[in-house]
């Protein structure tokens, strides 16, 4: 909700505050699939470095925020290298190839023909 527009509806720190908070979870947004393709195979390997790379054992706390800000960052990283560019290359070469949808008004009622005089309807 706070990515919404916020100017006017909040006044002095807390607009900027608030602003400040929805345009870093719009950018997040942008960014939300490629981090989520990504969270899997980073926090494994944070796991992996941490205890057998480098013999460290972190307080639980310590593990997960390092591991969101790490997703973050990773996730980011890669839809700007690949994400991003691979996008750019399919609107380019393969351009909307469907026609817009069709209008969703109620096409229009045939007139109801009658039946000549005598016969059942």
Same mark, same amino acid.
């Given at each position: 909700?706070?990515?919404?527009?916020? !100017?006017?509806?909040? %006044?002095? $720190?807390?607009?900027?505050?608030?602003?400040?908070?929805?345009?870093?979870?719009?950018?997040?947004?942008?960014?939300?699939?490629?981090?989520?393709?990504?969270?899997?195979?980073? +926090?494994?390997?944070?796991?992996?470095?941490? $205890?057998?790379?480098?013999?460290?054992?972190?307080?639980?706390?310590?593990?997960?925020?390092?591991?969101?800000?790490?997703?973050? *960052? *990773?996730?980011?990283?890669? %839809? !700007?290298? +690949?994400?991003?560019? *691979?996008?750019?290359? $399919?609107?380019?070469?393969?351009?909307?190839?469907?026609?817009?949808?069709?209008?969703? %008004?109620?096409?229009?009622?045939?007139?109801?023909?009658?039946?000549?005089?005598?016969?059942?309807?």
């Amino acid at each position: 909700m706070l990515s919404l527009e916020v !100017r006017g509806l909040f %006044a002095g $720190r807390i607009a900027k505050l608030l602003e400040g908070f929805g345009t870093g979870s719009a950018y997040l947004g942008r960014h939300s699939y490629s981090i989520y393709l990504w969270h899997t195979p980073f +926090i494994q390997l944070v796991a992996v470095v941490l $205890r057998k790379v480098i013999h460290v054992h972190l307080a639980p706390l310590t593990v997960s925020l390092v591991e969101i800000v790490g997703c973050c *960052v *990773v996730g980011i990283v890669f %839809a !700007r290298l +690949i994400e991003f560019p *691979v996008l750019k290359f $399919r609107d380019r070469f393969f351009p909307m190839l469907q026609q817009p949808a069709a209008s969703t %008004a109620p096409a229009a009622v045939a007139p109801a023909v009658k039946a000549p005089a005598g016969e059942p309807a």
